[in-house]
Nanobody, 119 residues
Framework: QVQLVESGGGLVQPGGSLRLSCAASGSIRSINAMGWYRQAPGKERELVAVITSGGSVNYADSVKGRFTISRDNAKNTVNLQMNSLKAEDTAVYYC?????????????WGQGTQVTVSS
């Protein structure tokens, strides 16, 4: 079992920056990947960025060059540095983790944190 708690959301002006953090607890040693999804009103939830336990990263095309995902050495937190924010980045951002055990994959989700980009 894995529990995820996000923090760092808020209101920022276009062109500004925010840093999101996600703290994981529980069976963190079996987590294979962690990342961030986002969902804007009326739209599907979409992948923002993901980082594997080995350090490989992938980003959505819309955030490449602006967002950076990272994790600490203990692999119990994952961060998302968001720079050059646009109004289109406004969404609820969800932390997620994938845990693999005994040949099965399990996905876990945080409660979400609101990011609003507006003047």
């Amino acid at each position: 079992q894995v529990q995820l708690v996000e923090s760092g959301g808020g209101l920022v002006q276009p062109g500004g920056s925010l840093r999101l953090s996600c703290a994981a607890s529980g069976s963190i040693r079996s987590i294979n990947a962690m990342g961030w999804y986002r969902q804007a009103p009326g739209k599907e939830r979409e992948l923002v960025a993901v980082i594997t336990s080995g350090g490989s990263v992938n980003y959505a095309d819309s955030v490449k060059g602006r967002f950076t995902i990272s994790r600490d050495n203990a692999k119990n937190t994952v961060n998302l540095q968001m720079n050059s924010l646009k109004a289109e980045d406004t969404a609820v951002y969800y932390c997620y983790a994938r845990r693999s055990r005994m040949g099965w994959n399990y996905d876990y989700w945080g409660q979400g944190t609101q990011v609003t980009v507006s003047s």
